[in-house]
């Protein structure tokens, strides 16, 4: 698994919610994208990580 561009390993049958959570992220707050696709928030808990997918997290970020 290919993670913000770096190789993770991760147990298997994984959500994509999951692992932003173990990530350090709020899954509410992350933009994923899965293989070059974006993946609604929604979707997170049931969209379910194989070998070879590669993931993007976007985290939003406040300021002025």
Partial sequence: ???NGE???VRAGISLHELISISGYDPGK???SMNGEI???GSY???F???GDSIDLFCFV???
Avoid: C
């Fill in 1 to 3: 698994l290919n993670v």
């Fill in 49 to 51: 990580l194989r070998d």
């Fill in 7 to 9: 190789g993770r390993v």
């Fill in 39 to 41: 993946v609604g928030i």
């Fill in 45 to 47: 808990p049931k969209t």
């Fill in 62 to 64: 406040g300021g002025g």
């Fill in 30 to 32: 992350v933009l994923a």
